[in-house]
């Protein structure tokens, strides 16, 4: 009883540099989300995917892709990344209807230097 | 727009302390869902409670309660005689009626010491 898997757990990075955060979830879930927490912002909306080949941006999208790649997995892109994306990264996905809580993921630990 | 208040940014008891986390949410909506999370140290966010706005009756839950008030747009957690494994970062958030984005607060970090 995986729930949602995200990797890597810890990353760091050069500015400048690209990398993709995997997410993955074996609950059947139709919606999946991006979202980063830093110290005093509590958590922030980066992209979500509503349903399989859709996606939209969030509250922080800037600096980021995604891909819904098929309705279990949902990647995050960085494709230069920048000192500002050091945070830590959380995926999370529910079943379709606004009564649903998330299922989080255990959390990426990004640094940029 | 949707918002979410948690006033306190950390609170520090000693065990045995009831302790209050306050939330108070801002929508135009009429619909809407409530959600408490529990971020232990370890790092994870654990879902604790879901409200729907339309069901004001509070919810007591072992040593938690929560205290939902429509007239005053809050969603107060309590935790009675706190236990150190309580010591974590708690966050409200708010989900409106037909949206599937979760709004959430900045977060409380409680402590609780021996």
């Known amino acids: 009883n995986a729930g949602v898997t995200q990797t890597p757990k810890f990353q760091v990075l050069k500015t400048g540099q690209s990398m993709t955060l995997q997410c993955a979830q074996d609950m059947n879930h139709n919606s999946m989300y991006w979202y980063r927490q830093d110290p005093g912002m509590g958590l922030r909306l980066i992209y979500y995917?509503?349903?399989?080949?859709?996606?939209d941006k969030g509250e922080v999208p800037n600096g980021y892709n995604v891909s819904r790649l098929n309705k279990r997995e949902f990647s995050l892109r960085l494709e230069s990344a920048a000192p500002s994306q050091t945070s830590v990264y959380f995926c999370?996905?529910?079943?379709?209807?606004?009564?649903?809580?998330?299922?989080f993921g255990s959390g990426t630990r990004l640094t940029v230097v | 727009a949707q918002k979410v208040t948690q006033a306190q940014t950390e609170i520090s008891v000693v065990e045995k302390e009831d302790v209050t986390l306050d939330c108070v949410y801002e929508t135009r909506d009429t619909t809407y869902y409530l959600f408490w999370y529990k971020q232990p140290p370890s790092g994870e966010l654990v879902f604790l409670i879901r409200r729907n706005s339309f069901d004001e009756q509070n919810e007591i839950s072992g040593r938690y309660s929560w205290n939902f008030q429509k007239s005053t747009s809050s969603f107060n957690f309590t935790i009675t005689a706190s236990q150190v494994v309580d010591s974590a970062v708690y966050f409200c958030?708010?989900?409106?009626?037909?949206?599937?984005?979760?709004?959430f607060g900045k977060g409380m970090k409680l402590t609780v010491n021996p």
């Open positions: 999370a996905s529910t079943r379709s209807g606004p009564t649903y809580g998330y299922t």
């Open positions: 995917s509503a349903s399989e080949g859709t996606t």
């Open positions: 958030a708010l989900k409106r009626g037909g949206s599937e984005k979760l709004v």
